[in-house]
Structures are given as structure tokens and as C-alpha cells.
């Protein structure tokens, strides 16, 4: 058990794989994510486990030997049942000597009325429901890479045009300080405290943004298994384009009811429940073997005896074959444990009903989702272009001396707020899309052939 433990410690303390230094795409993270994330490592090792414990109940069918060995010492016993005088000596070392002797019992089960197969069955649709439980830790990993990766292009994709407003900002309170200081009545107090004002809210949305990046960038390496401090490449510098429309809800819903892990999950587990109830309801049925006893001992302290009516357990040699019966009674208990197992379908029962009814409702929502961030992306972009021309424009006045500071700071904060939106609902797109890969099961599965654990 210490061992155990000490194995366990080391494992815990092993530092995270490294991050590849190649230029890392969506597809690359999540991949490595499904490698080297705990959570699916976790459910590997839930399969692993549910693979011994059905190699557990196959091992019904196999050989069992049960034997005891012992040396104990004996003191000297001259003559036997069928004589008149029997001498024991025990006072001097010389009466005493080894007694040795062995018993074993080999059985081979043949038959168990159903019992083990039904065991066997429960244990194998148990184990296809760990595998779906696998398939599901899968799909939710990579749901958290896509979304952290396209949260970190998000923040990253704000800065350039925060900075290009801050430049302008800085121009701008440059040129009315200096026109403030000529006294021309040009620029006011009010007109530099306002350039002021919008040159630390921008400040403050350049920290946001820079803050968000790191931390998004530092959930991407978490849910991928690395280390903080582990360089990472991303091939994106900013948040990619839309691109194609998803597939009409019928087609989407036809790829959940095939590739959706929960299916699978409620599908094996009815089966492993019927299964399991059937099992425990003959736990108190016999199982027939075939077994085969033998006993061997031997003493030089005791006389053996010829007679073979007459039970002598020194010095004896025997052993047969037979066909046997185990019982194992306990009405009530089986009683329980079958009750308990057709309470555990009628969970399943319960989970395929509301998974009947709730996928297909994520399945569209995130359809939904994805199409309405569509939308407004479009229309975001088209703000954005008018938006980015109204603070050109408002600065160029500005610097010549005909423009207002008013229509500076509107274009400034206009611009900034479309081109906030435009990438609001990028990002509202790519985490649809991300959600909608999610709730239809589909998982980069050809990738995750090509990109293997490491030793």
C-alpha cells in the first residue's frame, strides 16, 4: 500500500509535458488537450479499471486451487487403533519430530445457471459505458481549448486598434496642450480634461485586454496539461474569419444521434442494468465444478496404519475427482442487490428521456446561437467601417484646427465600441461553433491518431 502511495505522489509531482514549438492552430490544441488533459487521463483510467473488473468476472470460468501446506513438530506415538497398548513419548528432544503435510482442492466451474454470464455481460456494457464517458470528457476538453483559444485571439485582436486610438489620443492632447499654452482660446481646460479623461479609459481597456490575453493564454496551456511558464505558439494572431454556415438542424440532429456520446452511455447502461438485476437475482443459484482433492502427509513420529476404514491423518496419501455443487445462500441479500440494480435502469430510464429531448434542444440552440452571431457580425463590420471613417476623419479635423474636440472623443469611443462589437460577435461565433461541435458529438478524431501521448 505504501508503494502504492509513493507511486501515486510521484505521478502527482511529475512536471507537465512541454508545448511544441511549431506554431500551434485550434485543431493542434485541442488535440493535444484530448492527450494530455487530467480530466481525460481520468477517464481513461476509468476504462482501464472497468476492463479488470470484466476481466475480474470472466476469471469465474477459470481453475481455482485452494491448498495449505504446514510443517508443525510431533511427539512419538508407537502402535494404533487396533492394538492393545499404545506408547507416547513426549519428555526427551529425541520424541519429537517434523510433521508435514498438504492439502489442496482444484475446481473448475462448468456451469452457474446463467449467473456469470449475466455478470460477464453487465461488466462488458459497463465498460462500453466508460468508453462513451471517455468519448464525452473528449468532446468537453475540446469544447474549453476552442474557447480559450479563440478567448485569448479575442483580446489579442482588440489591441491593435486600441493602440491606434491611443496614438491618436496622444496626438491629439499633444497638439491642444501645446495650443493651450499659446492662450489663443483655441483649447479650453475643459477640452484638455476631457483628452485626458478618454486617454485613461482607453489606458484602462489596454490593461483589460492585455490581462485577458495572458489569463485566457494560461487556461489554453492549463486545459492542454502544460505548464504555466511553457512557451506557446499560436499559427492565429488574431480571431479568424466566420467562415461557412453550419448545416441545417435536421442534418446536425441525424450527426448527434449517431456521434453523441450520451447515446451510447444510456444505450450500454440499460443493458448493463438488465443485466446486473438478472445476475444478482441468481446469486443463489449453485455453481457445478469439477474438483479434484488431494492430501499427502508425513511424520516419522507416528506408526502408520494399514486399514483403510480407520481415519489416520499421519502418514497418509489420498486423492480423487468428483463433481461438485457450491452453494452460497442468502435469499435476501440477492433480493436487495437485484432491486437496487432495477432501480439503476430506471435512472438510465430517466436519463435517456431527458436526453431524448435535451440534445436536440442544445443541438439547436447552438445552431441558433452561431446563425444570430452571424447577423449581428455583419452588421458589427459594417459599423465598424463607418466608425473607424468617422475618427479619421474627426482627427485629421482636429490636427488642422477645424475639427471640435467633441468630435474627436465621440469618433474615438464610437470606433471603439464597433469595433468591440465587431469582435463580440466573432468570438460569439467561433464559441457557437465550438458548442455546436460539442453538442453533436463531433471531435477532431482523425487528428488525435496522428498526435500520440508521449512516453
Known amino acids: 500500500m505504501h508503494a502504492s502511495l509513493l507511486a501515486l505522489a510521484l505521478t502527482a509531482a511529475a512536471p507537465p509535458p512541454a508545448v511544441e514549438a511549431r506554431p500551434l492552430t485550434v485543431d493542434d490544441c485541442v488535440a493535444m488537450a484530448i492527450r494530455d488533459s487530467g480530466q481525460v487521463m481520468e477517464a481513461e483510467a476509468k476504462v482501464a479499471e472497468w476492463k479488470a473488473r470484466l476481466a475480474e468476472v470472466e476469471s469465474i470460468f477459470y481453475p481455482k486451487l485452494s491448498a495449505i501446506a504446514f510443517a508443525a513438530p510431533m511427539f512419538t506415538v508407537r502402535g494404533n487403533a487396533l492394538t492393545t497398548e499404545v506408547e507416547r513419548r513426549w519428555r526427551s528432544p529425541g520424541d519429537w519430530g517434523p510433521y508435514l503435510r498438504l492439502e489442496a482442492l482444484l475446481a473448475q466451474p462448468v456451469y452457474t445457471f446463467g449467473r456469470a454470464a449475466a455478470g460477464e455481460k453487465a461488466a462488458q456494457e459497463r465498460l462500453a459505458v466508460e468508453q462513451a464517458r471517455l468519448a464525452a470528457a473528449r468532446n468537453a476538453v475540446a469544447l474549453e481549448a476552442r474557447k480559450f483559444y479563440y478567448l485569448h485571439l479575442y483580446a489579442k485582436s482588440l489591441r491593435p486598434g486600441l493602440n491606434a486610438a491611443r496614438k491618436m489620443l496622444d496626438s491629439a492632447l499633444e497638439k491642444a496642450s501645446a495650443l493651450y499654452e499659446t492662450a489663443s482660446g483655441k483649447v479650453t481646460n475643459v477640452d484638455l480634461m476631457k483628452l485626458t479623461y478618454a486617454s485613461s479609459e482607453l489606458d484602462k481597456y489596454l490593461i483589460q485586454a492585455e490581462v485577458g490575453e495572458g489569463l485566457a493564454l494560461a487556461a489554453l496551456k492549463h486545459t492542454m496539461g502544460a505548464a504555466e511558464a511553457a512557451p506557446l505558439l499560436l499559427a492565429d494572431d488574431s480571431l479568424p474569419g466566420a467562415g461557412d454556415e453550419p448545416p441545417e438542424l435536421d442534418a446536425l440532429l441525424r450527426i448527434a444521434l449517431e456521434k453523441r456520446p450520451e447515446f451510447a452511455q444510456i444505450k450500454h447502461g440499460k ?84 436526453a431524448t429531448t435535451g440534445i436536440p434542444l442544445e443541438v439547436r440552440k447552438a445552431r441558433e446561437d452561431e446563425m444570430q452571431a452571424r447577423r449581428m457580425l455583419e452588421l458589427s463590420q459594417k459599423g465598424s467601417v463607418a466608425t473607424r471613417k468617422w475618427m479619421i476623419f474627426a482627427g485629421a479635423a482636429y490636427s488642422s484646427g477645424t475639427g471640435e474636440t467633441k468630435d474627436l472623443l465621440e469618433g474615438v469611443a464610437a470606433h471603439m465600441q464597433a469595433k468591440k462589437g465587431y469582435y463580440d460577435s466573432l468570438l460569439a461565433v467561433h464559441t457557437a461553433r465550438a458548442e455546436l461541435l460539442r453538442a453533436t458529438g463531433e471531435i477532431e478524431s482523425v487528428r488525435l491518431v496522428t498526435v500520440a501521448r508521449e512516453p
Open 271 to 354: 443493458q448493463a442494468a438488465l443485466a446486473l438485476e438478472k445476475a444478482e437475482r441468481r446469486a443463489n443459484f449453485p455453481v457445478v465444478a469439477i474438483a479434484g482433492q488431494f492430501q499427502a502427509s508425513w511424520t516419522p513420529t507416528r506408526d502408520d496404519t494399514n486399514n483403510p476404514y480407520h481415519v489416520d491423518p499421519y502418514n497418509d496419501l489420498f486423492g480423487g475427482v468428483a463433481l461438485a455443487l457450491q452453494f452460497d445462500l442468502d435469499p435476501a441479500l440477492a433480493k436487495a442487490k437485484g432491486d437496487g440494480a432495477r432501480a439503476m435502469g430506471e435512472q438510465v430510464a430517466g436519463l435517456e428521456k431527458l
